[in-house]
């Protein structure tokens, strides 16, 4: 299947039609400066077309230009600030001068929403990592750089490939998002694969907590990870860049990343790319499983770059744009040993022999994105828009310089919206969603078959102020179809008898339906509750359905639901009909977002019926492959190896999920402020036992203090032991991890200029990740110090 980006994206013929016949009125220029009580200019505050995904940031002297309508009303934020809301109409001479006051927390837009709602405004949790706080969490990975966020752990497959984790749940349950769209990588598919998006060039990073399948389908019962960022420019704004360097000692890290942006009458442009490339972190001195001590993390470096670039046609209409990507990484995979031999390359020579350090992956992936909107096309229609997004994407795993395993993914997403006005007192959206993709597993590890996905979906979301209170409802139903080849169901053990595979290709599909209601009350001024509660039907995946094989990231043989296993260790096909995943969710959650003490306080319960999960069987791979050694050879790479895996046959039992999160701010002075968070989760089966790698109470606390020209952060979080296990699951030990911060801002004739420095893990602690597949093979990097430089202008 190689579909056009352009097959399903008549509203693009549409758009440009109607820029096309339009003859003039152009959007309101607006000049603006943001200060403080005290007439201070506020730095990087964001002002916001209500109701519009186009935004601006102020400059170091507080100064901004927007275009907008001349109806629209803007949304002035900063954090450490009440924000403000604006109309265009009251501008004298199209000039704005916004003081805001101090104390309370920043209202964000969430582009993940759907509604344009504020993350303050939304019944389900959210968290919003953007500004100078992204840039100072940013790491090579999403998972490490959202790990602090109340609710999100890292699976953490080393430095190098870490997913996140949100309330216990990941892979097929987390759907991680480039701006709205699945980023279309196989990250979902085994915890060894990286996740192609990068926090180093994105202006923001949303996570919902809690089933979000609404807008993004089946695949998000556990939440969802927005990577926002300009590719595709939304606004008009004047030419800007942005370069940044760092280098870290942990990993002998060099990064250097580049952004501009700008804009000429109707269009926009935008342009990023980063390069980085490190040797293998390192790590307080530990002992392997195997009783080996080391203090480095083998085999975990990395090299990689992207490039990005867009351009947008943008009137008072609508707009009309399109993007390209391109990504070229290699790292190193921790933990991948293929023949556990020892590697004695002297340290110098590290860098230029990776590929003798053991198995790595080399992955590419080409991005095209088209999108459009137009405001007001006619009576009852606020927005007309799509957004699509083509992806080529490849994956090898290399070991000895020579390709062991490919996978491939070609897909195709589009969304198309229509966002009404407000009709009998409710507003909202309705829209149809479409998903193809072709996924291809080439070689001896290709423990999933070839498969390939259409996915179509009609969903809506609407919600009605009611005095104090704000009602949210939404539905969407979904129509999923596999078609995976290659299938083999027999294995037969009798030696006298002639062994046959027979290779079929299997059709499954599903139609999963999901709805939810939420509830805003704002009870007092600067104070909320919200309460959510939704019923999630979620489609198996392709691999939780027909996974056949030895996975070495996980050292498991995987058996999908498709396959019945007996006591003997012969495989054939299962009679038991596939059942969806059912979350039953509620979320509970209390908000002080004004005044210099502020919290959220989230509780959640989530009773899921069906849960699939991989349960062992008692097996091994000896029990299957010991009647299959002439078939396989001596030469078989993971003969020997593969004996000693178990055998994990997906299955499905009710689950329940519950836990808490709580985060609170304290503004000490304008210059200081005090956070603490805690969160936790526990999972367990109905009939008896813990879910495997449920990670484990996380407490934190930060200082920071913000002068005129510089800043400083020290940051303290806490993990818990974790002994709450499955059956043959280790136990981890608490660990806690202190990282300080510095940022000086200064000014060279046009340069606006911060320099920075990263302390992180200062203690050089060890820590071992629960949630981590090879968690005793793999700690957490040791005491590392950064550097760097961000240059504007």
């Not at 750089?145 to 984790?165: D, E, R």
């Amino acid at each position: 299947m190689r579909p056009s980006l352009f097959q399903l994206s008549p509203l693009a013929v549409l758009v440009a039609s109607v820029f096309s016949a339009q003859v003039q009125a152009q959007s309101t220029t607006i000049n603006g400066l943001v200060l403080d009580t005290n007439g201070q200019a506020i730095e990087q505050a964001r002002v916001h077309v209500h109701g519009r995904q186009q935004y601006v940031y102020a400059d170091n002297n507080g100064r901004f230009t927007i275009q907008a309508p001349s109806d629209a009303e803007l949304h002035i934020s900063a954090k450490g600030y009440g924000d403000q809301f604006v109309k265009v109409a009251d501008a004298q001479n199209n000039e704005l001068r916004i003081q805001l006051q101090a104390g309370g927390l920043e209202r964000i837009v969430v582009a993940a929403s759907g509604l344009h709602h504020y993350d303050l405004e939304m019944a389900n949790p959210v968290s919003v990592l953007s500004g100078e706080e992204l840039s100072r969490k940013t790491e090579p990975t999403i998972g490490e750089t959202l790990k602090s966020m109340p609710g999100v752990h890292s699976n953490y497959y080393g430095p190098v490939a870490a997913s996140p984790i949100l309330r216990g749940l990941d892979g097929p349950r987390v759907r991680i998002l480039s701006n709205g769209l699945d980023s279309a990588d196989v990250s979902r598919i085994g915890p060894d694969h990286a996740i192609s998006a990068d926090a180093i060039t994105t202006e923001q990073i949303e996570v919902l907590r809690g089933p979000s399948t609404l807008l993004y389908g089946s695949g998000a019962v556990g939440g969802v990870v927005n990577v926002v960022d300009n590719r595709l420019p939304r606004q008009l704004r004047p030419a800007s860049t942005q370069i940044e360097t760092r280098y870290s000692s942990g990993a002998d890290e060099k990064t250097a990343a580049l952004a501009h942006d700008g804009g000429q009458e109707q269009i926009a442009w935008h342009f990023d790319g980063f390069k980085r490339k490190t040797n293998n972190y390192d790590v307080p001195d530990f002992t392997n499983d195997e009783g080996e001590s080391s203090d480095q993390l083998a085999n975990s470096w990395l090299d990689n770059s992207a490039v990005n670039g867009g351009l947008s046609w943008i009137t008072d209409k609508g707009l009309l744009g399109f993007s390209i990507g391109h990504i070229d990484s290699e790292y190193g995979i921790p933990g991948h040993h293929h023949h556990h031999e020892e590697h004695e390359a002297d340290e110098h020579e590290e860098e230029e022999h990776h590929e003798e350090a053991g198995v790595f992956a080399r992955v590419k992936q080409d991005r095209y994105g088209l999108a459009g909107e137009l405001y007001k096309p006619f009576a009852g229609i606020e927005t007309l828009s799509f957004s699509s997004a083509l992806t080529r994407y490849q994956h090898h795993e290399i070991e000895g310089g020579a390709i062991g395993t490919t996978f491939k993914n070609d897909s195709f997403e589009s969304r198309f919206t229509a966002e009404h006005e407000t009709f009998a007192g409710w507003h909202g959206v309705v829209g149809y969603h479409l998903q193809q993709s072709d996924y291809k597993a080439i070689g001896e590890e290709a423990f999933t078959p070839d498969t390939k996905t259409d996915s179509h979906s009609l969903f809506v979301l609407e919600e009605r102020s009611f005095g104090d209170f704000t009602a949210q409802l939404g539905a969407r139903i979904e129509q999923v179809d596999y078609k995976a080849s290659g299938i083999e169901f027999e294995h037969h053990h009798d030696e006298e008898e002639t062994e046959e595979h027979h290779a079929e290709n299997v059709k499954n599909d599903f139609t999963a339906a999901s709805v939810s209601a939420g509830l805003v009350w704002n009870f007092q001024p600067g104070y909320n509750w919200a309460l959510s509660v939704s019923r999630s039907e979620r489609a198996p995946s392709a691999a939780e359905l027909y996974s056949n094989g030895a996975h070495i990231a996980t050292q498991t043989y995987e058996l999908g639901l498709a396959y019945a296993l007996d006591a003997d260790g012969e495989i054939t096909q299962s009679e038991t009909d596939f059942k969806k995943e059912v979350a039953n969710n509620i979320d509970l959650t209390l908000r002080k977002f004004e005044g210099d003490f502020t919290f959220t306080y989230n509780l959640f319960y989530n009773k899921v019926h069906n849960y699939l999960y991989m349960k062992d069987s008692g097996l091994t791979m000896a029990d299957l492959g010991a009647h299959e050694e002439e078939d396989h050879g001596e030469d078989h790479d993971h003969e020997h190896e593969g004996e000693e895996f178990s055998i994990f046959h997906y299955q499905q039992q009710d689950a329940t999920l519950y836990g808490a999160e709580f985060a609170m701010a304290y503004q000490l002075t304008p210059e200081q402020e005090l956070e603490f968070f805690i969160d936790s989760v526990r999972a367990k089966l109905d009939n008896g036992g813990d879910l495997p790698r449920i990670p484990p109470i996380k407490v934190g606390t930060g200082y920071s203090y913000s002068a005129e020209d510089w800043s400083a952060t020290i940051d303290w979080t806490h993990y818990m032991k974790q002994n709450r296990v499955a059956a043959g699951e280790s136990a981890t030990g608490s660990y806690q991890i202190l990282d300080l911060g510095f940022s000086y801002y200064f000014n060279l004739n046009d340069l606006d200029l911060t320099a920075f420095a990263k302390a992180n893990n200062l203690t050089d602690e060890l820590g071992f990740v629960h949630s981590s597949f090879i968690k005793e093979d793999a700690p957490l990097p040791g005491r590392s110090f950064t550097l760097g430089l961000k240059a504007r202008f």
